[in-house]
Protein backbone atom coordinates (compact mmCIF):
# COMPACT_ATOMS: atom_id res chain seq x y z
CA UNK A 1 0.00 0.00 0.00
CA UNK A 2 1.06 3.30 -0.62
CA UNK A 3 -0.08 6.79 -0.11
CA UNK A 4 0.81 9.18 -3.43
CA UNK A 5 3.85 11.22 -1.60
CA UNK A 6 6.45 10.49 -4.59
CA UNK A 7 9.74 10.13 -2.79
CA UNK A 8 12.23 10.91 -5.21
CA UNK A 9 12.64 10.88 -9.23
CA UNK A 10 14.42 7.82 -10.05
CA UNK A 11 16.14 7.87 -13.85
CA UNK A 12 15.76 4.26 -15.83
CA UNK A 13 19.09 2.85 -16.79
CA UNK A 14 17.74 -0.27 -18.82
CA UNK A 15 15.13 -1.96 -19.55
CA UNK A 16 15.48 -5.03 -20.61
CA UNK A 17 12.14 -7.17 -22.63
CA UNK A 18 12.14 -10.46 -22.12
CA UNK A 19 9.30 -12.77 -23.72
CA UNK A 20 6.21 -11.02 -22.33
CA UNK A 21 7.40 -8.84 -19.74
CA UNK A 22 10.21 -6.62 -18.76
CA UNK A 23 13.40 -6.28 -16.03
CA UNK A 24 13.76 -2.63 -15.19
CA UNK A 25 16.47 -0.99 -13.88
CA UNK A 26 16.30 2.45 -12.09
CA UNK A 27 19.26 4.45 -10.32
CA UNK A 28 17.63 5.75 -7.41
CA UNK A 29 19.15 7.28 -3.73
CA UNK A 30 16.47 7.90 -1.16
CA UNK A 31 14.08 4.81 -1.58
CA UNK A 32 17.60 2.33 -1.65
CA UNK A 33 17.36 2.75 2.51
CA UNK A 34 17.17 -0.61 3.92
CA UNK A 35 15.96 -1.52 0.99
CA UNK A 36 15.96 -5.60 0.49
CA UNK A 37 15.12 -7.93 -2.02
CA UNK A 38 11.71 -8.57 -2.43
CA UNK A 39 10.15 -5.06 -1.26
CA UNK A 40 7.98 -3.35 -3.34
CA UNK A 41 8.38 0.00 -5.04
CA UNK A 42 5.86 2.11 -6.83
CA UNK A 43 7.54 3.27 -10.16
CA UNK A 44 5.05 5.69 -11.66
CA UNK A 45 2.63 4.17 -9.65
CA UNK A 46 3.00 0.62 -10.05
CA UNK A 47 3.63 -1.93 -7.71
CA UNK A 48 6.79 -3.46 -8.50
CA UNK A 49 9.25 -6.37 -6.40
CA UNK A 50 12.69 -5.76 -6.11
CA UNK A 51 14.72 -8.50 -7.33
CA UNK A 52 18.29 -7.07 -7.53
CA UNK A 53 19.88 -4.17 -5.74
CA UNK A 54 23.44 -3.24 -7.34
CA UNK A 55 25.26 -0.12 -5.91
CA UNK A 56 22.83 2.83 -6.31
CA UNK A 57 20.25 1.05 -8.39
CA UNK A 58 17.35 -1.42 -7.95
CA UNK A 59 15.66 -4.28 -10.88
CA UNK A 60 12.17 -5.10 -10.56
CA UNK A 61 10.29 -7.62 -13.16
CA UNK A 62 7.15 -5.96 -14.89
CA UNK A 63 4.93 -9.04 -15.58
CA UNK A 64 2.57 -9.07 -18.73
CA UNK A 65 -0.87 -7.03 -17.26
CA UNK A 66 1.65 -4.28 -16.28
CA UNK A 67 3.16 -4.13 -19.19
CA UNK A 68 -0.11 -3.87 -20.98
CA UNK A 69 -1.91 -1.71 -18.59
CA UNK A 70 0.82 1.25 -18.04
CA UNK A 71 3.34 3.63 -19.48
CA UNK A 72 6.26 1.72 -18.30
CA UNK A 73 6.65 -0.12 -21.74
CA UNK A 74 7.42 3.49 -23.18
CA UNK A 75 10.34 3.96 -20.90
CA UNK A 76 13.78 4.30 -22.15
CA UNK A 77 17.33 4.74 -20.59
CA UNK A 78 17.69 8.28 -18.97
CA UNK A 79 13.55 8.83 -18.45
CA UNK A 80 12.87 9.70 -14.89
CA UNK A 81 10.32 7.99 -12.91
CA UNK A 82 8.17 8.73 -9.72
CA UNK A 83 9.63 6.16 -6.47
CA UNK A 84 7.75 5.75 -3.32
CA UNK A 85 8.02 3.05 -0.96
CA UNK A 86 5.49 0.86 0.53
CA UNK A 87 3.34 2.71 4.00
CA UNK A 88 4.50 1.65 7.13
CA UNK A 89 2.51 1.99 10.28
CA UNK A 90 4.36 5.19 11.80
CA UNK A 91 3.67 6.98 8.67
CA UNK A 92 1.16 9.22 8.18
CA UNK A 93 -1.44 9.30 5.63
CA UNK A 94 -0.66 12.61 3.96
CA UNK A 95 -2.13 11.51 0.16
CA UNK A 96 -4.64 9.19 0.07
CA UNK A 97 -4.84 5.27 -0.12
CA UNK A 98 -3.52 3.67 -3.27
CA UNK A 99 -2.60 0.05 -4.18
CA UNK A 100 -0.55 0.26 -7.07
CA UNK A 101 -2.48 -1.76 -9.17
CA UNK A 102 -2.65 0.97 -12.51
CA UNK A 103 -6.16 0.47 -13.97
CA UNK A 104 -5.32 1.96 -17.18
CA UNK A 105 -3.14 4.84 -19.38
CA UNK A 106 -5.08 8.47 -19.90
CA UNK A 107 -3.38 10.99 -22.19
CA UNK A 108 -2.24 14.60 -21.21
CA UNK A 109 -4.27 16.99 -23.56
CA UNK A 110 -3.49 20.13 -22.64
CA UNK A 111 -1.61 21.81 -19.29
CA UNK A 112 -1.80 25.88 -18.47
CA UNK A 113 -0.63 28.30 -15.82
CA UNK A 114 -3.15 29.38 -13.04
CA UNK A 115 -1.65 31.83 -10.74
CA UNK A 116 1.41 29.59 -9.78
CA UNK A 117 -0.87 26.34 -10.48
CA UNK A 118 -1.06 24.19 -12.71
CA UNK A 119 -3.80 22.72 -14.60
CA UNK A 120 -3.12 19.54 -16.00
CA UNK A 121 -6.24 18.33 -18.23
CA UNK A 122 -6.19 14.19 -18.69
CA UNK A 123 -8.26 11.82 -20.92
CA UNK A 124 -9.50 9.09 -19.42
CA UNK A 125 -10.71 5.83 -20.50
CA UNK A 126 -14.39 5.77 -20.27
CA UNK A 127 -14.70 3.13 -17.54
CA UNK A 128 -12.67 4.76 -15.17
CA UNK A 129 -14.22 7.92 -15.53
CA UNK A 130 -17.35 6.75 -13.10
CA UNK A 131 -14.85 6.57 -10.30
CA UNK A 132 -13.83 10.37 -10.54
CA UNK A 133 -15.22 12.87 -9.15
CA UNK A 134 -14.75 16.47 -8.44
CA UNK A 135 -12.90 16.99 -5.04
CA UNK A 136 -11.93 13.31 -5.28
CA UNK A 137 -8.56 11.62 -4.96
CA UNK A 138 -6.77 10.24 -8.10
CA UNK A 139 -3.36 8.91 -8.87
CA UNK A 140 -1.24 9.89 -11.36
CA UNK A 141 2.00 7.87 -12.27
CA UNK A 142 1.44 7.38 -8.79
CA UNK A 143 1.08 11.11 -7.83
CA UNK A 144 -2.14 11.53 -5.07
CA UNK A 145 -3.53 14.67 -6.32
CA UNK A 146 -7.21 16.06 -6.21
CA UNK A 147 -9.40 16.51 -9.08
CA UNK A 148 -10.46 19.97 -9.51
CA UNK A 149 -12.92 19.51 -12.39
CA UNK A 150 -14.76 16.47 -14.69
CA UNK A 151 -15.54 16.89 -18.00
CA UNK A 152 -17.05 14.17 -20.64
CA UNK A 153 -13.97 12.97 -21.43
CA UNK A 154 -11.51 13.06 -18.46
CA UNK A 155 -10.53 15.65 -16.00
CA UNK A 156 -8.39 18.14 -14.44
CA UNK A 157 -5.81 18.34 -11.48
CA UNK A 158 -4.28 21.45 -10.43
CA UNK A 159 -0.20 21.33 -9.81
CA UNK A 160 1.48 23.27 -7.46
CA UNK A 161 4.92 23.71 -8.09
CA UNK A 162 6.42 21.79 -5.14
CA UNK A 163 4.46 19.16 -7.34
CA UNK A 164 5.83 20.06 -10.94
CA UNK A 165 9.15 20.24 -9.79
CA UNK A 166 9.59 16.85 -7.94
CA UNK A 167 7.55 14.99 -9.83
CA UNK A 168 7.39 13.14 -13.63
CA UNK A 169 4.08 15.55 -14.38
CA UNK A 170 6.15 18.74 -14.51
CA UNK A 171 8.31 17.85 -17.86
CA UNK A 172 5.40 16.08 -19.23
CA UNK A 173 3.36 17.36 -22.01
CA UNK A 174 0.26 17.04 -24.09
CA UNK A 175 0.22 13.96 -25.34
CA UNK A 176 2.26 12.15 -23.38
CA UNK A 177 0.72 8.91 -21.24
CA UNK A 178 0.56 8.67 -17.78
CA UNK A 179 -0.84 5.64 -15.38
CA UNK A 180 -3.77 6.54 -13.69
CA UNK A 181 -5.27 4.58 -10.62
CA UNK A 182 -9.03 5.86 -9.07
CA UNK A 183 -9.88 6.01 -5.93
CA UNK A 184 -10.05 2.31 -4.14
CA UNK A 185 -13.04 3.10 -1.78
CA UNK A 186 -15.58 3.83 -5.12
CA UNK A 187 -14.77 0.82 -6.04
CA UNK A 188 -15.73 -1.60 -2.90
CA UNK A 189 -18.56 0.46 -2.39
CA UNK A 190 -19.43 -0.38 -5.69
CA UNK A 191 -18.79 -3.92 -5.69
CA UNK A 192 -20.79 -4.52 -2.08
CA UNK A 193 -23.81 -2.66 -3.98
CA UNK A 194 -23.90 -5.40 -6.83
CA UNK A 195 -23.18 -7.90 -4.44
CA UNK A 196 -26.29 -6.72 -2.61
CA UNK A 197 -28.41 -6.47 -5.21
CA UNK A 198 -27.25 -9.93 -6.34
CA UNK A 199 -27.92 -11.37 -3.28
CA UNK A 200 -31.42 -9.90 -2.82
CA UNK A 201 -32.31 -11.42 -6.20
CA UNK A 202 -31.25 -14.32 -5.00
CA UNK A 203 -33.50 -14.54 -1.82
CA UNK A 204 -36.50 -13.96 -3.80
CA UNK A 205 -35.64 -16.95 -5.76
CA UNK A 206 -36.03 -19.00 -2.72
CA UNK A 207 -39.15 -17.13 -1.03
CA UNK A 208 -41.78 -19.89 -0.70
CA UNK A 209 -45.66 -19.97 1.10
CA UNK A 210 -43.77 -22.28 4.34
CA UNK A 211 -41.40 -19.63 4.67
CA UNK A 212 -43.70 -16.47 5.08
CA UNK A 213 -46.04 -18.95 7.24
CA UNK A 214 -43.08 -19.57 9.29
CA UNK A 215 -42.23 -16.19 9.90
CA UNK A 216 -45.89 -15.17 10.34
CA UNK A 217 -46.54 -13.35 7.51
CA UNK A 218 -49.21 -15.89 6.21
Known amino acids: ?16 PL ?19 GDSIAVNGACLTVVKIIGSAFT ?16 KSGDKVNLERTLKLSDGLDGHIVSGHVEGIGVITSKKAEGIAEIVTVKTPPQLLKYIIKKGSIAIDGISLTVTEVTGSGFNVSLIPHTAKETTLGFKKPGDEVNLETDIIGKYVEHLLNFKTSA ?5 NTLTKSLLFENGFI
Open 1 to 16: MFTGLVAELGTVTELK
Open 200 to 204: DAENK
Open 60 to 75: ADVMPETVKLTNLRNL
Open 19 to 37: KQSYNITVKAQKVLENLKI
